[in-house]
């Protein structure tokens, strides 16, 4: 802390208290990310979970060992129109709660949205916690993949479409109402020289991406980590050249601001962090 203190070139006891307790936090949050215990549930959540159809679904698909951790948790207004194939870590690694889906609702604005529905004809890979808000929409295509990394959050109303590989990393925070699609649906016809375009390409996001509202995400996108998605955004295309950390903005999405990152959800700390710098 000499050296915080010398940086500073201020004399003002309450900046350099300022700066130890910010160290203090990031302290902390390095220890939790570092943990391999997740955030705890949070008791309205419970309350949200169908014990019938969580019963059914872990024992039913799981293996013994790991089915009675309950890794799969099932909200009271979710559809399963299709289970498929859904991969977990090894017993060791799986805890309760691990993928939540239709659990989770922000009280405020999301209360009484429609039946989260699920329709996995393919394969969900699961590193860490996954959680689907209510009214979440996923359809995975036969022969597709969809990867989850640890500490995804996928909000409200969202709806993720894939056809063929969409991935996420960790620390993924997208609001509500997004759409994720590797897919047009149709194809494109060139009238001038009679070609057809490609109506699928995988999507890669990295890890500590914010995807703000309303926001749709195309085919072939990467998304490299660290990056922002405000409002709105149409974002298609491979970003990877641009680096990490930047904002993306606008239809079509552009690079409009550089070295910045969200505040990560997961993590109160972060909040508390801007707030003592902001004091």
């Not at 129109?81 to 805890?95: M, Q, S, T, V």
């Amino acid at each position: 802390m000499r050296s915080r203190r010398f940086l500073l070139g201020e004399n003002d006891e309450s900046i350099i208290l300022r700066v130890e307790r910010v160290d203090m936090f990031k302290r902390k949050r390095k220890s939790k990310c570092c943990s391999s215990k997740q955030p705890n549930f949070l008791v309205e959540d419970i309350t949200k979970i169908s014990i019938i159809k969580s019963l059914y679904y872990n024992f039913r698909y799981l293996p013994f060992q790991k089915a009675i951790k309950f890794p799969i948790l099932i909200g009271t207004k979710t559809k399963i129109r299709k289970f498929g194939i859904i991969n977990l870590p090894d017993k060791d690694n799986c805890f309760f709660g691990m993928l939540s889906i239709g659990v989770h609702v922000i009280d405020a604005w999301e209360k009484n949205v429609d039946y989260t529905v699920i329709s996995n004809y393919g394969v969900i890979n699961i590193i860490g916690q996954t959680r689907l808000n209510w009214g979440c929409k996923l359809f995975i295509k036969e022969g597709a993949v969809v990867s989850f990394g640890n500490r995804v959050r996928i909000g409200c109303r969202s709806r993720i479409i894939c056809y063929k590989s969409i991935s996420f990393g960790d620390d993924v925070r997208c609001s509500w109402e997004n759409q994720i699609f590797d897919t047009d649906f149709h194809f494109l016809h060139n009238l001038e020289n009679g070609k057809y375009y490609s109506r699928v390409k995988p999507i890669i996001i990295g890890s500590n991406v914010f995807v703000g509202n309303r926001c749709t995400i195309a085919k072939g996108t990467i998304i490299p980590n660290g990056c922002v998605i405000s409002c709105c955004s149409k974002v298609r295309g491979d970003f990877s050249e641009e680096g990490n950390h930047f904002l993306l903005m606008g239809n079509p999405a552009k690079v409009v601001k550089s070295n910045v990152e969200m505040s990560n959800s997961w993590f109160h700390e972060d909040e508390k962090i801007a707030l003592l710098m902001n004091e």
